[in-house]
Nanobody, 115 residues
Framework: QVQLVESGGGLVQAGGSLELHCAAS????????MAWYRQPPGKERTLIAG???????YYADSVKGRFFISRDNAKSTMSLQMNSLKPEDTAVYYC?????????WGQGTQVTVSS
């Protein structure tokens, strides 16, 4: 079992920056894939950025060039640096991790971007 806890959400003005953090605990020896998802109000949860334990990354087009994902395998943590935030980035952001066949989710952290 793996537990994921997000932190770092909050309220920011458009154009500002925030950094989200995800701390994993439990059986963290098997986490080849970690990612950030987000769920805007009234919409589905979608993948926005992912990273492997080898450092390969993926970004959705909506955040490419503005958001940057990183992880520290030794500390079992993952971060998301969010720059040039837009009101449409407002959502609950979720940390996700995988150790086949299991998937794990954090509780989510709210990010609100005011115009």
């Amino acid at each position: 079992q793996v537990q994921l806890v997000e932190s770092g959400g909050g309220l920011v003005q458009a154009g500002g920056s925030l950094e989200l953090h995800c701390a994993a605990s439990g059986d963290t020896s098997c986490l080849p894939g970690m990612a950030w998802y987000r769920q805007p109000p009234g919409k589905e949860r979608t993948l926005i950025a992912g990273i492997t334990d080898g450092g390969s990354t993926y970004y959705a087009d909506s955040v490419k060039g503005r958001f940057f994902i990183s992880r520290d395998n030794a500390k079992s943590t993952m971060s998301l640096q969010m720059n040039s935030l837009k009101p449409e980035d407002t959502a609950v952001y979720y940390c996700w991790a995988m150790c086949r066949p299991n998937q794990y989710w954090g509780q989510g952290t709210q990010v609100t971007v005011s115009s």
